[in-house]
């Protein structure tokens, strides 16, 4: 299990409107990935969310904070000594082209990190080649096509499952995946959802799910947790179908309020919310940081900052001091408004 308490992290801006300035990316998130489950966080881009992705693999270092690895915390220990800890969480990048060295069959790709297990498992090294195949078998593919051929000569989806079959060579807890279907033909994206979903069934793998789009949340994680980042800070956090359904943050519902309508199959959300401005990562912090595009603010959200409290009705926390639950995803149009979509 990896628990997140309060971890913070700033970026000092160079250069452009925001040169010299220090620039949140995370604001004391917390978070749980449990054993084999599913979680997944939403939120537009620059809100945090592969930041936080990157933090959680051990790939980028936090502010302040901690992460605890199967109960041992990771800001007393080195560099050295955390390692064997954060190979435990293995990245899926959003590009898989570019995620792969394109001067190396995928049977060198998938021989580095097997060799390092083999040494770590004192496994012989026939195993190395024996656990590649059964992997690429795993993932969905020929290992006797794949395995000789550079990632130019396979297609998008196919060099995918090739990252993910990589990550897999570390014997992972937990899989990050970040927007890992936003570069992919629409028409493979839910094999490779399928696949992430099929590998927390038979491994027993926990999977964090980084993404901007609402379905593909849902789908991914329609038995978790699911929560929302806005500028570094989780507004909103609860059951995946609860928080999509019954949303009580402004922001949620107006993340929730831009899923395309399939006209003449449904009809938009009849209490759609739109912020009153664009984002300005410009201005000064203070008070609530959606207030100044929330067309509920009032002057306390202008000058107090909500935190995440307790869960509500719903079961789901959220931090805003005007909660109110709204229908806004888009209604079949045979379905009551209240129904959801």
Not at 61 to 78: A, E, F, N, P, W
Not at 161 to 185: C, H, K, W, Y
């Amino acid at each position: 299990m990896i628990v997140g308490t309060g971890v913070t992290k700033t970026y000092k801006q160079r250069g452009g409107v925001l040169g010299g300035r220090d620039v949140p990316a995370l604001r004391g998130v917390d978070f749980a990935v449990p054993k084999g489950g599913a979680v997944s966080f939403i939120g537009e881009s620059g809100c945090g969310k592969t930041t936080l992705g990157r933090i959680i693999a051990g790939l980028e270092t936090y502010d302040s904070g901690d992460i605890v690895i199967d109960g041992v915390s990771m800001s007393g220990l080195s560099h050295r000594r955390r390692q064997p800890y954060f190979r435990r969480i293995q990245l899926i990048h959003q590009d898989p082209y570019s995620a792969l060295n394109p001067t190396r069959t995928v049977h060198q790709t998938l021989q580095a990190p097997l060799a390092l297990r083999a040494r770590q498992t004192d496994r012989s090294r026939s195993w190395t080649d024996e656990r590649a195949e059964e992997l690429l078998s795993l993932v969905g593919l020929d290992p006797g096509y794949v395995l000789p051929r550079y990632p130019h000569q396979l297609s998008g989806g196919m060099r995918q499952r090739v990252v993910i079959a990589r990550a897999l060579t570390m014997d992972p807890e937990v899989l990050v995946a970040d927007e890992a279907v936003s570069m992919i033909d629409v028409s493979l994206r839910l094999g490779i959802l399928s696949l992430l979903k099929d590998l927390r069934l038979r491994l027993g793998v926990g999977v964090l799910f980084i993404t901007h789009d609402i379905a593909t949340a849902r789908y991914i994680g329609d038995d978790s947790e699911l929560y929302v980042l806005y500028r570094g800070q989780v507004v909103e956090r609860g059951n995946t179908e609860t928080v999509i359904a019954d949303p009580v943050h402004p922001y949620t519902q107006s993340l929730l309020s831009a899923i395309p309508v399939l006209h003449g199959l449904e009809r938009p959300g009849p209490e759609r919310v739109v912020p009153t401005e664009a984002l300005d990562e410009a201005q000064a912090d203070g008070g609530c940081l959606f207030a100044r595009r929330c067309p509920f603010a009032t002057e306390r959200c202008v000058s107090e900052m909500p935190v995440l409290g307790r869960p509500g009705e719903g079961g789901q926390r959220h931090a805003c001091f005007h909660p109110q639950r709204r229908s806004v995803i888009p209604v079949g149009a045979g379905r009551h408004a209240g129904a959801g979509g």
